[in-house]
Every structure is written in C-alpha cells, then in structure tokens.
C-alpha cells in the first residue's frame, strides 16, 4: 500500500518520467557541403528517451543514440563508403550519441546543453532548440554545427581535404516522443 501511495504521489506532484522517442514520427539530418555542394543524409535507425518537466526545463535529460551505418545518402555506394574507417567507422563505432545535461529558457525557445560522442570522441554542444506540445506528445527541434574533424569522421586520406568536403556540418532534427 505504501508503494501504490507513493507512486500516485510522484504522479500527482508532476514529476516527469522518462518519455521514449518515436522514430517514425521523428528525423535526425546531417547536411554538409561536398565540393560546395550542400548534401543532407538522414540516420534511419535512432532510439531515445527524453525526461523533460516544463515547469523544470533545467531539470531536463534526454539522450538520442543513432546507429552510424544507417545513415542514408540516397546511394548504396555512398552509404557502404562513409560507414567505412575512413568515416565513422560503424564497425568500430557503431552508435553516436547525444546526451543532454541540460535545458534553459532563451528567447522565446531554450538553449540545450549536453555532451555528442561520435568514433569515441566526445565534446560538449550548446544550441538552440523549440519544444512544443502536440497530443500529449512533446516535439523537440533544432539545428547545430560542428566540425566533423573534431571528431576524426574523414580525417584521414584525401577526405581530410576541406576544399573537397567540408569541415562544417549541420545537424538538424526533430524529436517526437511516443507521449507514454
């Protein structure tokens, strides 16, 4: 009895559970420029959770992992090419990863910090990001750059030339959890 009183208490006081997030209502995009070219591939296979309390936006945690070999550039030939060493190395390093530590009103929408790992390399990110509430579900959005170079993807061999593909790439997604 003890038990069941307390679970309904956290439930009545709005402390928020992890939420999952639903990978086909959901995208995550990854756009950069191939001989000045700006070419966008998506990460068909991702998972995530998503602990967020909008009255304790500070509060939040959330972590997306995506498989690295699933990202699709519209080509066979071209997905087999960056999942090699050279690029993520997938069989090595077969998930990157995003891990919020934080959410901070800004402006009118909020300024998520956390740590991305990608081939082992992890480094802190800050961006902006929208949360709305659909349904009973919450949406996530939003965009950041980075440099795949920090991260070793195409460091290696003529890739390593920025003049070929760039440094800069941007990572957009929306994130939609299940509402469960």
């Given at each position: 009895?003890?038990?069941?009183?307390?679970?309904?208490?956290?439930?009545?006081?709005?402390?928020?559970?992890?939420?999952?997030?639903?990978?086909?209502?959901?995208?995550?995009?990854?756009?950069?420029?191939?001989?000045?070219?700006?070419?966008?591939?998506?990460?068909?296979?991702?998972?995530?959770?998503?602990?967020?309390?909008?009255?304790?936006?500070?509060?939040?945690?959330?972590?997306?992992?995506?498989?690295?070999?699933?990202?699709?550039?519209?080509?066979?030939?071209?997905?087999?090419?960056?999942?090699?060493?050279?690029?993520?190395?997938?069989?090595?390093?077969?998930?990157?990863?995003?891990?919020?530590?934080?959410?901070?009103?800004?402006?009118?929408?909020?300024?998520?910090?956390?740590?991305?790992?990608?081939?082992?390399?992890?480094?802190?990110?800050?961006?902006?990001v929208s949360i709305q509430s659909q349904g009973g579900k919450?949406?996530?959005?939003?965009?950041?750059?980075?440099?795949?170079?920090?991260?070793?993807?195409?460091?290696?061999?003529?890739?390593?030339?920025?003049?070929?593909?760039?440094?800069?790439?941007?990572?957009?997604?929306?994130?939609?959890?299940?509402?469960?």
């Open positions: 009895m003890a038990a069941v009183l307390t679970v309904a208490g956290m439930l009545v006081s709005g402390v928020a559970q992890a939420d999952p997030v639903d990978p086909a209502q959901s995208l995550v995009r990854a756009t950069f420029k191939q001989f000045n070219v700006p070419v966008s591939g998506d990460f068909k296979k991702f998972s995530g959770q998503v602990d967020f309390n909008a009255a304790k936006p500070e509060a939040t945690k959330a972590t997306v992992t995506v498989q690295t070999a699933s990202f699709d550039l519209g080509d066979p030939l071209y997905n087999k090419e960056v999942a090699k060493p050279d690029w993520f190395d997938s069989a090595k390093f077969p998930d990157a990863t995003f891990s919020v530590t934080s959410v901070k009103p800004a402006g009118k929408g909020y300024q998520a910090t956390g740590d991305l790992t990608i081939r082992g390399i992890k480094k802190p990110l800050t961006f902006p919450s949406v996530f959005s939003g965009q950041t750059k980075i440099k795949r170079l920090d991260f070793k993807v195409g460091a290696s061999g003529e890739w390593a030339d920025t003049s070929l593909v760039a440094d800069e790439v941007v990572i957009g997604f929306k994130l939609v959890t299940t509402g469960k």
